[in-house]
């Protein structure tokens, strides 16, 4: 059965984003800082009447910084896991791509934290994000520095 991803690009490191969980895709968002906040959740920005963390994608999953765009290209994009709703920091955001059943393999080429698997995907190889243990790890160790 294919599944529908939505390509994003940090640091120029393509990722993958199983598009199911995708809630909507923002321009970039100013956020509010929270008191001892992590790096990888460093605040709160407003949508749709929520506080929505933000999660620093790149530096959770330790990527380098350098390659980043400025704050005018980067996008938020809001994301849904059971009943947690986060936005994902991006320095881009492309078409939504649908890979057939099986195109999706285990890491080996490029083991990064929070790659549920990878694939091949516009002449490099793309890491399909675990969401799951993205949200469990990120608001875990946000709770630990409180």
């Not at 490191?13 to 199911?20: E, F, T, W």
């Not at 959740?41 to 959770?60: C, T, Y």
Request: no cysteine; net charge negative; aromatic share 4%.
């Amino acid at each position: 059965m294919p599944t529908v991803y939505l390509p994003i690009e940090l640091a120029g490191v393509p990722l993958l984003v199983d598009a199911r969980a995708v809630r909507e895709v923002l321009g970039h968002r100013e956020v509010v800082r929270v008191p001892h906040a992590t790096l990888e959740l460093p605040g709160v920005f407003p949508w749709k009447g929520l506080a929505i963390p933000l999660i620093d994608v790149g530096r959770a999953m330790g990527l380098p910084r350098e390659g980043a765009k400025d704050q005018g290209g980067r996008r938020t994009v809001i994301v849904g896991v059971d009943e947690e709703l986060a936005g994902l920091s991006s320095d881009d955001v492309r078409e939504v791509v649908t890979l057939e059943e099986g195109a999706v393999r285990p890491v080996h080429a490029a083991p990064r934290p929070f790659a549920q698997g990878e694939v091949d995907w516009g002449g490099r190889v793309a890491t399909v994000l675990d969401l799951r243990a993205l949200f469990a790890s990120t608001f875990a160790r946000s709770s630990r520095e409180v």
